[in-house]
């Protein structure tokens, strides 16, 4: 799968928030950096992603704006927003690093505005 499938696979999971399809995505190492601080591994990965799926921006209640996704070579750089029910996402960004099909780093960092 190249870079450009394999960001597109991911955002349709979180989207819907397909746990076992975003882990899929990581290798077994991934690290995830992001505000709040650094998750290494997948187990800490996906325990974050299940809270952030569910009480941030739930699948069929949140909108999605993907604004831009540029590859090149084995690095993403997506900007997107969301709005939920409960938080609006503005300004995001993540920066996906990626080796033989996996993610093994991800940067992320968003304005979470509670409502």
Same mark, same amino acid.
């Given at each position: 799968?190249?870079?450009?499938?394999?960001?597109?696979?991911?955002?349709?999971?979180?989207?819907?928030?397909?746990?076992?399809?975003?882990?899929?995505?990581?290798?077994?190492?991934?690290?995830?950096?992001?505000? #709040?601080?650094?998750?290494?591994?997948? @187990?800490?990965?996906?325990?974050?992603?299940?809270?952030?799926?569910?009480? *941030? %921006? $739930?699948?069929?209640?949140?909108?999605?704006?993907?604004?831009?996704?540029?590859?090149?070579?084995?690095?993403?750089?997506?900007?997107?927003?969301?709005?939920?029910?409960?938080?609006?996402?503005?300004? #995001?960004?993540?920066?996906?690093?990626? @080796?033989?099909?996996?993610?093994?780093?991800?940067?992320?960092?968003?304005? *979470? %505005? $509670?409502?």
């Amino acid at each position: 799968m190249d870079n450009h499938k394999l960001i597109e696979t991911h955002l349709d999971a979180l989207k819907m928030a397909d746990i076992n399809q975003l882990m899929e995505d990581y290798a077994d190492d991934a690290v995830l950096i992001f505000g #709040a601080g650094i998750l290494e591994g997948k @187990d800490a990965i996906e325990e974050m992603l299940k809270e952030f799926t569910t009480n *941030i %921006i $739930p699948p069929n209640k949140t909108q999605w704006e993907i604004e831009n996704i540029t590859v090149h070579n084995n690095v993403i750089y997506i900007t997107w927003s969301t709005e939920s029910d409960g938080f609006d996402i503005k300004h #995001a960004t993540d920066t996906f690093i990626v @080796d033989n099909g996996k993610i093994v780093i991800q940067t992320s960092a968003g304005e *979470i %505005i $509670p409502k």
